[in-house]
């Protein structure tokens, strides 16, 4: 089941924050977060694991709610090397990872 | 570290041919998973393998098939091309872990256009 992503794009001048979000209909073992540039490859952000630990980036953070099976990626002072396509990716019981559709995230001078 | 080598990486086939990539995985990365990804979306599963076996499979058709080799190299076949094949294909090397605590990492992608 392919997870859903709010909202698909949003607009930012630099220094504004954003909050993407990630939601599934099943039962999450971890959320992985990817970011792809235009005609480049996605490129990993962040794994958040059941229990609370984050491993990635240090200038982005997240959030993942087991319970409401949701996940949250913040980007606070965004800046213009930000810009991209956000993906969040739902890790199966059977070990592969399932994207969303993503979200397009322009930072603006 | 070459990371994750894909090859070709721009390819034009003609409807009803037949097309393989080729993938070479991050040094230390037994599995290889590959993605579909048309203009605009997401990344779409087709399969993933690990010691030379299928071991996942998204809803694909059985027009497209796979290997992995010793090495973890891995291979992606398309058989009987149809334009709606047209999309970046990319192929993603990790260690296999089922909880999801590592890191995938994608190479280049190969785009491949069916006329």
């Known amino acids: 089941q392919q997870p859903v992503q709010s909202p698909q794009a949003v607009i930012l001048r630099e220094g504004e924050d954003a909050v993407i979000n990630c939601s599934s209909s099943?039962?999450?073992?971890?959320v992985h977060w990817y970011r792809q540039k235009h005609g480049e490859a996605p490129v990993f952000l962040m794994i958040l694991l059941k229990g609370g630990e984050q491993k990635g980036h240090e200038k982005i953070s997240a959030s993942f709610n087991e319970k409401k099976q949701q996940s949250s990626l913040y980007l606070t002072a965004s800046q213009l090397s930000y810009s991209g396509t956000y993906f969040c990716g739902t890790h199966s019981i059977q070990g592969n990872l399932i994207f969303g559709k993503g979200t397009k995230l322009s930072v603006k001078p | 570290d070459a990371g994750v080598t894909q090859s070709p990486t721009h390819l034009i086939k003609t409807r009803g041919q037949q097309v393989t990539l080729r993938c070479s995985p991050k040094?230390?990365?037994?599995?290889v998973s590959w993605y579909q990804q048309a203009l605009g979306q997401g990344p779409q599963f087709i399969f993933q393998y690990y010691e030379e076996e299928e071991r996942q499979r998204g809803n694909f058709p059985d027009r497209f098939s796979g290997h992995q080799f010793p090495n973890y190299s891995s291979e992606l076949n398309v058989n009987a091309l149809l334009l709606g094949d047209s999309a970046l294909y990319l192929c993603?090397?990790?260690?296999?872990?089922?909880?999801?605590?590592?890191?995938?990492?994608f190479g280049q992608g190969t785009r491949l256009t069916v006329v």
């Open positions: 040094s230390g990365h037994d599995t």
């Open positions: 993603a090397s990790s260690v296999l872990d089922r909880m999801g605590n590592t890191e995938a990492f």
């Open positions: 099943k039962a999450l073992y971890s």
